[in-house]
């Protein structure tokens, strides 16, 4: 495993942690809802990224990658679906179970000249789908007055992210061995 690839993996790690530690701030002011978008959206797209990264790590060991990725998905949607109520739960579980198992089979059948790019796609689309999940956040609890919610500052951190996304070296080895 690449260091650039960690660092991926230690993002996503974050980021999630950071977003179910705002839904337990605001699950109070959450709607039931909202609550269960968020849990469904969060669960699906780590499991959908961490599958990719698993499925590619093990390539050749579906059922191993499938697992894993499986259980990261649901342990993170039934997590950020707690706070809010038995529904989101039930739809942060499931969704997260869903997205792992996709995320692997992705993984498994990527050719080995894409894993890369593919791994870096995902992880603009495992971004993304973080801020719109913020931005929900954000609008449910009408906390406007943070410099962090601001649309211009979003997009230019984003945009940063990016550019230094696409500087990092390699996500993953590459092997000679057929």
């Given at each position: 495993m690449t260091m650039p690839l960690m660092i991926v993996i230690v993002t996503v790690i974050i980021l999630s942690a950071f977003v179910i530690g705002i839904t337990m701030i605001y699950r109070n002011r959450i709607a039931s809802m909202t609550g269960m978008m968020i849990a469904m959206a969060l669960?699906?797209?780590?499991?959908?990224?961490?599958?990719v990264i698993v499925g590619i790590l093990?390539?050749?060991?579906l059922v191993y990658s499938t697992?894993?990725?499986?259980?990261v998905g649901i342990v993170v949607g039934c997590l950020v679906g707690i706070p809010v109520s038995l529904l989101a739960v039930l739809d942060g579980t499931l969704s997260g179970m869903m997205g792992g198992m996709m995320g692997a089979m992705l993984?498994?059948?990527?050719?080995?000249?894409y894993q890369g790019p593919?791994?870096?796609?995902?992880?603009?689309?495992?971004?993304?789908?973080?801020?719109?999940?913020?931005?929900?956040i954000r609008q449910?609890?009408?906390e406007s007055k943070k410099l962090w919610n601001h649309p211009l500052?979003?997009?230019?951190?984003?945009a940063l992210v990016i550019i230094?996304?696409?500087?990092?070296g390699p996500l993953v080895a590459v092997s000679n061995t057929p």
């Amino acid at each position: 495993m690449t260091m650039p690839l960690m660092i991926v993996i230690v993002t996503v790690i974050i980021l999630s942690a950071f977003v179910i530690g705002i839904t337990m701030i605001y699950r109070n002011r959450i709607a039931s809802m909202t609550g269960m978008m968020i849990a469904m959206a969060l669960g699906m797209i780590v499991g959908l990224t961490i599958g990719v990264i698993v499925g590619i790590l093990l390539m050749g060991n579906l059922v191993y990658s499938t697992v894993i990725s499986m259980l990261v998905g649901i342990v993170v949607g039934c997590l950020v679906g707690i706070p809010v109520s038995l529904l989101a739960v039930l739809d942060g579980t499931l969704s997260g179970m869903m997205g792992g198992m996709m995320g692997a089979m992705l993984g498994e059948m990527i050719m080995q000249d894409y894993q890369g790019p593919f791994i870096r796609v995902m992880f603009m689309i495992f971004l993304m789908t973080m801020i719109l999940i913020l931005w929900v956040i954000r609008q449910t609890s009408e906390e406007s007055k943070k410099l962090w919610n601001h649309p211009l500052i979003l997009l230019i951190a984003f945009a940063l992210v990016i550019i230094g996304f696409n500087k990092i070296g390699p996500l993953v080895a590459v092997s000679n061995t057929p």
